[in-house]
């Protein structure tokens, strides 16, 4: 069943701003793809950012395109179409890298000289930025992986210093790094005046920004190791170049980012498909069957084009009415998850791309889960008389509610991390439960007002006592429940007429979900925009 979209005349929206910090998932290659290709895969893959390495840089081949007289024409083509750009300095490399492979100028192991070296690649970036037509921004100085320590650390810290006083010359300009999480933690996080942005090259998978292998934020100083709106993860590298993602027909060799820092031209806009296909998914032979989530893995890899579904967990009720949790995969296999220790039941209610999945189960009371590597672990809040985990990124980063009394009256949010848990509770409202995280931290969720209204809003949680910004994102009856690494929102309207599942992106509607004329709620959304309702799958075409 297929049925048009509401909102179909939006188009991506352009930052005004020519560098700020961009919320979505991105990716990088050897050489750009040509406009066409951009265009395509603006219109029909989850991208919204690609990163490029400037022409003319020590170490590294020219871009055909970049390096020719059409290469400011692809800048201002692919910014009309809606791309953030990621402009990337190759520049030299310590003398102690790891892989030798292209390298044949290094950083100078004496201090002073290699401060000279980074001040001078700097002008050179800087001045290739802008003969593409780039004015102002960030650039981030790529720093190939090696063997910290000694002479190489010293020079290394001179080097990005230089690099990074320097682009501070140029009005409007701003430097990032590209770095494992090694050289961050030993050698880039000493740099002072620290770098803009930090750009983690660490392919674990994890589509997150925290929990990368370098501290959170420095409890000496919470402003240090980049908190707020100043981290990227490449977190799938693609050695090879083959083609391993393919949208809108056209397949490409991509390294797979998630951002959540600053790009040039960043989109706040929106990306519209034009219809899609309802999909009814129940448990085999459930009296019963509710879907609450779903991530971006697709047969143990994560999806890389259509045709692929992501793994989905919910509740299915036997004919004798008990309650089970479950996992689909690819809704082909299913598989039932019930919590050794519960006598009435359990729910499935969040997973994350990692395997990882959270949800409730009860005996005399309810309690949550985190369900690991094979091993239950129940999950509580101090003092609660009842505790629901309702979501999980990637990072492990645990949100849900908990409540007081034996009904729901006073239920608080929280987010658990770290074996710690923090408050999650709106200003000045009478109750609030957090439902989704993405993997920048973002929250999405729902409080009610003194006079039992209900609002959706989300937090920007931030380091250290991962407390930020409060938005309401629905001003009227609304309930808030999933976010995607693209900042796109599900949840639900409630009118005197019905409830219907709403898709947000940052805040503007993109689609109601009137699926089968009835009353909706739409529960997730995972970064390929396919979307659960709590009885079907919604796939864009």
Request: hydrophobic share 35%; with cysteine; charged share 10%.
């Amino acid at each position: 069943m297929q049925e048009n979209r509401n909102s179909a005349d939006l188009l991506p929206q352009q930052s005004a701003s020519s560098n700020s910090v961009s919320s979505h998932l991105g990716f990088d290659r050897s050489n750009v793809p040509t406009v066409r290709q951009m265009s395509t895969w603006m219109t029909s893959s989850p991208f919204y950012d690609i990163y490029i390495y400037l022409p003319n840089s020590p170490n590294r081949h020219n871009d055909p395109i970049l390096s020719s007289i059409n290469g400011p024409r692809w800048v201002s083509s692919v910014e009309a179409q809606g791309w953030g750009i990621a402009p990337i300095w190759f520049g030299l490399q310590s003398t102690c890298v790891n892989s030798t492979t292209g390298i044949s100028q290094y950083i100078s192991n004496t201090p002073s000289t290699a401060s000279t070296q980074g001040a001078a690649q700097a002008d050179s970036a800087v001045t290739q930025d802008t003969l593409l037509g780039i004015i102002g921004g960030i650039i981030y100085l790529n720093i190939e992986n090696y063997q910290t320590g000694g002479a190489c650390s010293a020079a290394m810290q001179a080097y990005v210093d230089g690099f990074v006083s320097e682009i501070g010359v140029y009005k409007g300009y701003n430097a990032g790094v590209y770095a494992n999480p090694a050289p961050i933690n030993s050698d880039i996080s000493q740099v002072s005046p620290a770098p803009g942005a930090i750009w983690i090259a660490n392919a674990n998978n994890q589509v997150a920004i925290w929990n990368q292998g370098i501290p959170d934020y420095m409890s000496t100083n919470s402003s240090m190791f980049w908190p707020n709106g100043q981290r990227m993860h490449q977190f799938i590298i693609d050695p090879t170049g083959a083609i391993n993602a393919t949208w809108g027909g056209t397949g490409l060799g991509i390294d797979y980012d998630i951002d959540n820092g600053p790009v040039v031209n960043a989109n706040q806009g929106v990306k519209i498909a034009s219809s899609y296909t309802y999909n009814s998914v129940s448990y085999p032979g459930a009296a019963v069957t509710f879907l609450y989530a779903i991530n971006d893995v697709w047969d143990a890899s994560l999806i890389n084009g259509p045709g692929l579904v992501g793994q989905i967990v919910g509740e299915w009720d036997d004919t004798a009415g008990n309650e089970h949790g479950f996992l689909s995969d690819g809704l082909v296999g299913y598989t039932t998850i019930d919590f050794p220790a519960a006598t009435f039941g359990t729910a499935a209610i969040g997973v994350n791309n990692v395997g990882q999945i959270v949800g409730a189960w009860a005996n005399s009371t309810l309690h949550g889960f985190l369900l690991s590597n094979g091993t239950c672990t129940s999950i509580d809040y101090p003092g609660a008389q009842g505790t629901v985990a309702t979501g999980i990124n990637d990072a492990g980063q645990i949100v849900g509610y908990y409540y007081g009394g034996e009904d729901e009256s006073g239920q608080s949010g929280f987010l658990y991390y770290g074996s710690n848990f923090y408050q999650v509770n709106y200003p000045g409202a009478l109750s609030t439960a957090a439902w989704g995280i993405n993997g920048g931290g973002t929250i999405i969720g729902s409080y009610s007002d003194q006079n039992n209204n209900t609002y959706a809003f989300v937090e920007y949680a931030q380091p250290p006592n991962w407390s930020g910004t409060y938005t309401t994102i629905v001003s009227q009856d609304a309930y808030g429940y999933g976010i995607n690494n693209n900042s796109q929102e599900t949840g639900a309207l409630v009118t005197s007429a019905q409830t219907e599942g709403f898709l947000l992106s940052n805040g503007v509607l993109i689609t109601l979900f009137p699926y089968m004329g009835g009353d909706t709620v739409a529960y997730s959304t995972n970064d390929f925009e396919q979307t659960l309702g709590s009885d079907f799958l919604a796939v864009p075409q």
